[in-house]
């Protein structure tokens, strides 16, 4: 049972500029077993399948996959404000998207080994998986200067895809927040930064 808080290479770095969105029009009613995408914004709710996922980046384009970490990628903003987390799978990897406001914040992926910690609280995180990867995002936030939150989405996601077994906020605070990633086993990875005219995107792949 799931405990919570009581109030989460030589890689592949790619940034696109004016690119394709990487969720199709919601919609279309079916979708595509190896292309789904759940997104945790309120407007199709946790966990919703939305229509086939289109990537983001050509395929021709990304970087192969590394099993070196940790890795940081730096900053482009000093405050980027998350305003949606979702996830989707594919023929050969699992994804995690966060998208920003003004930019991307400094990131660090690593390994992980539980017992897992609420940054803030000390209270005990229970991550489902057989492997973990911390997400550390300094000046990545939902907590927006003015007092309000620019992310009221879930902070816990259970795809239980291939590789992608949970996904669950490990904590925000000053202006740094940490996202634990479940896996069904030790993977390889790869992360591409996306930018176009109004936000930013960080996508983590796992690969299946």
Not at 3 to 28: E, Q
Request: glycine residues 8%; contains cysteine.
């Amino acid at each position: 049972m799931r405990m919570r808080p009581a109030a989460g290479f030589v890689i592949g770095i790619l940034t696109i500029t004016g690119c394709a969105s990487d969720v199709a029009n919601p919609a279309s009613s079916q979708a595509s077993p190896d292309r789904s995408t759940q997104s945790a914004n309120p407007s199709t709710g946790p966990g919703t399948s939305t229509a086939p996922s289109v990537d983001a980046v050509p395929s021709d384009r990304l970087a192969a996959f590394s099993c070196d970490l940790p890795v940081v990628t730096d900053a482009t903003t000093a405050l980027a404000n998350i305003t949606d987390v979702r996830v989707g799978t594919h023929a050969d990897h699992d994804r995690v998207v966060f998208e920003f406001t003004d930019g991307l914040p400094e990131v660090t992926l690593d390994r992980a080994t539980p017992p897992f910690t609420h940054d803030a609280s000390g209270m005990p995180i229970e991550v489902d998986g057989s492997s973990f990867l911390r997400l550390t995002m300094r000046g990545g936030t939902k907590q927006a200067i003015d007092g309000t939150s620019s992310y009221p989405g879930p902070t816990e996601l259970d795809p239980a895809y291939p590789m992608l077994v949970d996904l669950v906020e490990g904590g925000d605070f000053e202006a740094q927040s940490t996202w634990y990633l479940g896996l069904a086993a030790e993977t390889c990875v790869r992360i591409i930064q996306l930018a176009e005219d109004g936000s930013a995107r960080l996508v983590i792949d796992v690969e299946n």
